[in-house]
């Protein structure tokens, strides 16, 4: 447990970020979830609804450092290479 009064506020802040951080990234893997899901189905126009949703999710959690930036930019990349496979096959 801290003992000083900037280690206690800390903590605090420690929490409510933490909590933040969770919610984001939580909301990012839902929306990566549905490009996949549009795309199992073979649903071009909603998967690509979907991409432009989680990319921007997706560069604003990597931008905040949230996420790794490149690991945003490769899941960003690997959606979008799934969605151009659909579309020529």
């Known amino acids: 447990m801290?003992?000083?009064a900037s280690a206690k506020k800390r903590l605090r802040q420690n929490i409510v970020h933490r909590d933040r951080n969770r919610s984001i990234?939580?909301?990012v893997r839902h929306r990566c979830h549905?490009?996949?899901e549009a795309l199992k189905a073979g649903d071009i126009e909603?998967?690509?609804a979907e991409f432009r949703l989680a990319a921007k999710g997706l560069?604003?959690?990597g931008g905040r450092?949230?996420?790794h930036r490149n690991a945003a930019a490769r899941t960003k990349s690997r959606l979008a290479a799934k969605i151009k496979a659909l579309k020529q096959g």
Do not use: Q, S
């Open 2 to 4: 801290p003992n000083t």
């Open 25 to 27: 990234k939580r909301a």
């Open 34 to 36: 549905k490009v996949r």
């Open 46 to 48: 909603t998967a690509e």
């Open 59 to 61: 560069d604003r959690a």
């Open 65 to 67: 450092n949230i996420i």
